[in-house]
């Protein structure tokens, strides 16, 4: 399968923990992006890579939120002490240089209890 | 700030039915319109639009955009159950700006 994977697809966690994901992107595409789903809403936009560097980051981006890239390849999102509201679907997307098309993963679903 | 609008939220039709779509916007440094499908996963894409009065089509589903009155339209004909899915809008100025999108149920 060479499409854009996540890991891992569910995560339950308690608040207060940490939690890590991880996208791995198609490969050769050199813009990767993540992005937050809950029920009703379409996905919002959290940070963006080109290659290794990240160029935007949204204001829903707490400080409790970061992402790498270190590799321009993967990308990891960590949320530290995780709160109820942290609690959605978490995608990721990329895309081929100059294109505007963004292939999203299945998603890892986080539930914070 | 960057505004995109989808209607209906939700719309429920019978199979043989033609639906419209439709998606407005408000963004800064517009570059292109995108249109998406989601089922009880990842959204799929549909079509990218960049230049006004292009219709793009694909099979039963079409779209068109009109970047002076700021919107785009998805035409979806003879729809069947399979159809039955949240339909997204979404603008890059550099990632995607989504809008909340529009709940389609196809009734047998």
């Known amino acids: 399968d060479t499409g854009v994977s996540q890991d891992p697809r569910h995560k339950i966690t308690k608040r207060g923990q940490n939690v890590t994901f991880r996208c791995d992107p198609i490969?050769?595409?050199?813009?990767l992006y993540w992005y937050r789903q809950t029920l009703g809403q379409g996905p919002e936009f959290l940070t963006y890579?080109?290659?290794?560097?990240?160029?935007?980051k949204s204001r829903l981006l707490s400080d409790r939120f970061s992402a790498e890239r270190p590799k321009g390849s993967f990308s990891t999102l960590e949320i530290q002490r995780t709160e109820q509201g942290d609690s959605a679907m978490y995608l990721c997307?990329?895309?081929?240089?100059?294109?505007?098309?963004?292939?999203f993963g299945p998603g890892t679903r986080l539930t914070v209890l | 700030e960057d505004k995109v609008v989808q209607s209906p939220l939700s719309l429920v039709v019978h199979e043989g039915d033609t639906v419209t779509l439709n998606c407005s916007y408000e963004?800064?440094?517009?570059?292109?319109l995108l249109w998406y499908k989601q089922e009880k996963k990842a959204p799929t894409f549909l079509f990218m639009l960049t230049s006004s009065g292009i219709e793009k089509k694909s099979g039963r589903l079409s779209s068109i955009l009109d970047k002076k009155e700021l919107f785009s339209i998805l035409n979806i004909t003879a729809t069947q159950t399979g159809d039955s899915a949240v339909y997204l809008c979404?603008?890059?100025?550099?990632?995607?700006?989504f809008g909340k999108g529009t709940s389609l149920l196809v009734t047998p």
């Open positions: 490969s050769e595409h050199n813009r």
């Open positions: 979404a603008v890059v100025p550099y990632a995607l700006n």
């Open positions: 890579f080109q290659n290794e560097a990240q160029l935007e």
């Open positions: 963004v800064t440094n517009f570059r292109s």
């Open positions: 997307a990329s895309s081929p240089r100059q294109a505007h098309t963004q292939y």
